[in-house]
């Protein structure tokens, strides 16, 4: 029986899909995308029809139109970036898919419907940031979670991962379904747990006890994502966390989950220390290994001082045993640990005061913050006689020699003073004014009340945040908007890749930056930069370094201040970059708005350019960016001989100049290991070596994902290259690829800036 969608839709079309005409199916792709775009809603809804019949499942004919249609279609919307129009019809498509079963035979063969189902959505969610888009396929698409065919809901969980970057507040909808499938052993599901638990908060709350047993089973980059998403709980509801405090001191040992684990405990301690107090030797045992985790351990012990006077004095012992050999980032957070000491045991630290005060003589980095501990002490003397008895014993031994010199403090500057007059007399730390002590003050904002403040002693501390005296500009400004850092970064990754590296280098006439780029799963031998980099000479270094920057912080486990090696050596890129890089100094970058929509595209655009997207894709599951080879490790049988890439076959080639003019010839190309060789007539072969070969280009045409020609460069020759389909060409690019990677070990010599001076 004919159908009416045969008038409407295109010919070639109608007449394959009403008569299931596989002979003619494969004319299909010759039809322009443009020419069949219009008819594509009618083609699916045909479609729809023919696998919603009863004989579908047992006709290999009707399947194998229906898949080179499917097949076409996608690749149409794709094209013409038409999903908005036909996704309605997309959708229709995967309820009939749901109909019937999923489950893979016992040969591992998927049934037609879910060859069908996983087509579909492949290009639905390559175009996930479109939020109209999404909100009609998540209702469909989420039920495709409780299916049995374990391959098509690991895509899915891949997909809606995905979607939680933009779309997050659509999926919160969906979390008691979600929930069901990460308990009943989806655990890839977890990785989108904290982008939409802002947006269903309750879901998650209710089932914190089995997604914290959960971690035990999972992979390390799920029992991360789960160990961020209970931070975010802890920030909101530190006591129902409460109970897993021995789970969570369990994966301090974890270097990849430590930093976000001290922070849960941090929040933890500030609403019941008694729940840390059995961790305190692991939490100073760690400190001896990661001294990096300074600031949340000490946060955690200072809060177990508050207990009692016998945990005081343990924990006043620690941190005087740490002062003689701090450093200038952990003396200001061993003094903050005192500082918490000195609010609830005052007369336990008045004692210490001179040994503290020598170990931080001559150190103008912690001269506000060793005032400000010594003010406390004093404000509570007045009710603890004890403490006013160990203050007299200190001023005795300090005697006359700091009473010689006082700095005052005024606005925009600082000078040294020899009268008292403008100070209180009690004695305070001498602060000598020196080259890095004014640049730092130079970035604090100082005011009139900081000054009234130094000349009466009656008037309330004008910081809210001891930290604020101490980190500098950059530091403050990340700590503030440390949040906001993690969301865009967390969303931008998705899109971007970050450089591992920058590095600043000379040209003829200016000074360049490069960036390096590597494969963040790091496979083995299968890796294609397992050894060496993908190299990218920037023409926006701005915007990349700010990218660089926002991701350092995000990764970190608190702001980090210029003092930071990353961020120093960022710094002094920028800085070397001398006229190339405009008015704006390092500051005012990292401390703009964040890289807008247009400046993504720009830094988008320049990768496109040298084809990082050729070799690097996404891995959603993983949340980061891989080599094809170890985003598919399977393409190893099919693309490597022996371990050697290796193909063979015909192609059509072009090269030298004014190719527009010159006809294709069809040569022999054969690829194996270090060399291709190909005919150039009877008997006569040339031979072109991997090494020579600088870059493999696909060629593209508007948006294509599949490339119909590509292109090999040398120092002194360019090919043009096609093979006989879209899937040859892929094959011969992916091999090329890895040659040229493994005959690349070693990374070019660009003349790097080793030294910077008088910049």
């Known amino acids: 029986m004919s159908c009416p969608v045969q008038f409407i839709m295109q010919e070639l079309f109608a007449l394959v899909l009403n008569d299931k005409d596989l002979s003619k199916a494969g004319e299909l792709f010759s039809l322009e995308d443009k020419d069949i775009q219009h008819d594509l809603t009618e083609v699916l809804e045909r479609i729809c029809q023919i696998v919603d019949s009863f004989d579908y499942v047992t006709s290999s004919n009707d399947q194998s139109v229906v898949e080179i249609c499917v097949t076409r279609v996608t690749s149409a919307i794709r094209e013409t970036d038409s999903i908005s129009s036909h996704v309605n019809a997309m959708i229709s498509l995967l309820e009939v898919c749901l109909k019937y079963n999923l489950q893979p035979s016992g040969k591992d063969e998927d049934p037609a419907h879910a060859k069908i189902a996983s087509d579909v959505l492949s290009c639905l969610f390559m175009n996930y940031t479109k939020k109209g888009v999404m909100e009609i396929a998540l209702p469909v698409v ?55 638990y802002p947006d269903n908060k309750q879901v998650i709350l209710d089932h914190v006890p089995e997604l914290v047993r959960l971690m035990d089973t999972c992979e390390l980059q799920e029992s991360i994502s789960l160990i961020q998403m209970f931070a975010m709980v802890a920030k909101e509801n530190p006591r129902l966390l409460q109970p897993y405090v021995p789970v969570f001191c369990d994966y301090l040992k974890q270097p990849e989950m430590a930093p976000t684990v001290l922070n849960i405990l941090v929040d933890i301690a500030s609403v019941n220390p008694r729940s840390l107090l059995a961790y305190v030797t692991a939490l100073q045992t760690l400190l001896t290994v990661y001294p990096v985790y300074t600031e949340p351990a000490v946060a955690i012990i200072g809060s177990i001082a508050t207990l009692s006077e016998n945990d005081a004095k343990r924990s006043l012992q620690y941190f005087m045993g740490q002062l003689p050999n701090a450093d200038k980032t952990t003396l200001p957070l061993y003094l903050n640990g005192l500082k918490m000491i000195a609010a609830s045991s005052p ?171 590597v494969c963040s799963s790091h496979r083995g031998d299968e890796c294609l930069y397992s050894n060496n980099c993908f190299v990218l000479i920037t023409h926006i270094p701005k915007t990349w370094i700010h990218l660089m920057f926002l991701a350092l912080q995000a990764k970190a486990i608190s702001a980090l201040g210029q003092q930071d090696t990353s961020v120093s050596c960022l710094k002094r890129c920028w800085d070397a970059l001398k006229s190339e890089k405009g008015p704006s100094s390092f500051l005012t970058v990292v401390t703009s708005s964040f890289p807008s929509a247009k400046d993504q595209d720009a830094l988008l655009h320049e990768l496109h350019s040298v084809r990082y997207f050729d070799v690097f894709e996404f891995n959603a599951a993983e949340h980061h960016w891989a080599c094809f080879m170890c985003n598919h490790p399977e393409k190893m049988v099919t693309l490597l001989q022996d371990g050697s890439p290796f193909i063979s076959g015909q192609l059509k080639e072009k090269k ?104």
């Open 347 to 517: 007369h336990l630290l008045g004692q210490h005061m001179p040994e503290i005060n020598k170990h931080c003589q001559n150190k103008p980095y912690v001269a506000d913050l060793l005032h400000q501990l010594r003010e406390d002490l004093k404000k509570r003397s007045a009710t603890c006689p004890e403490t006013e008895e160990m203050r007299k014993k200190y001023v005795s031994f300090e005697g006359e020699e700091l009473r010689k010199k006082f700095v005052t403090f005024s606005e925009g500057d600082i000078h040294l003073s020899g009268s008292t007059s403008s100070l209180n007399t009690d004695p305070i730390f001498d602060r000598p004014t020196s080259p890095s002590f004014e640049t730092m003050v130079s970035d604090i904002p100082l005011s009139n009340s900081l000054t009234s403040t130094a000349t009466n002693p009656s008037c309330p501390s004008p910081v809210s945040s001891m930290k604020e005296l101490y980190r500098d500009v950059v530091q403050q400004f990340c700590e503030k908007h440390l949040g906001k850092i993690r969301v865009f970064i967390n969303n931008v990754t998705a899109r971007l890749p970050s450089p591992v590296k920058c590095s600043v280098v000379n040209g003829r006439h200016k000074r360049y930056v490069k960036l390096n780029f």
């Open 656 to 759: 030298g100049r004014w190719k527009f003019l010159k006809r294709w010839k069809t040569r022999y190309f054969s690829l194996s290991g270090s060399n291709i060789t190909y005919s150039k007539g009877d008997s006569h072969k040339e031979t072109l070596p991997v090494s020579k070969i600088q870059s493999v280009k696909a060629l593209r045409k508007g948006i294509r994902d599949i490339p119909k020609a590509f292109e090999i460069f040398t120092a002194d020759q360019r090919y043009v290259l096609k093979a006989k389909d879209e899937q040859n060409v892929e094959q011969w690019v992916q091999c090329l690829q890895i040659a040229v990677a493994r005959s690349q070990q070693k990374e070019p010599v660009l003349a790097p800036l080793t030294s910077i001076e008088n910049q």
């Open 142 to 196: 989420v039920q495709f979670l409780d299916c049995e065919n374990k391959e098509l809901v690991r895509n899915v969980s891949s997909y809606l991962s995905l979607a939680a970057i933009g779309c997050s507040s659509l999926l919160a909808s969906y979390m008691e379904l979600i929930i069901s499938s990460v308990l009943k052993g989806n655990s890839a599901l977890t990785l989108l747990l904290q982008k939409v």
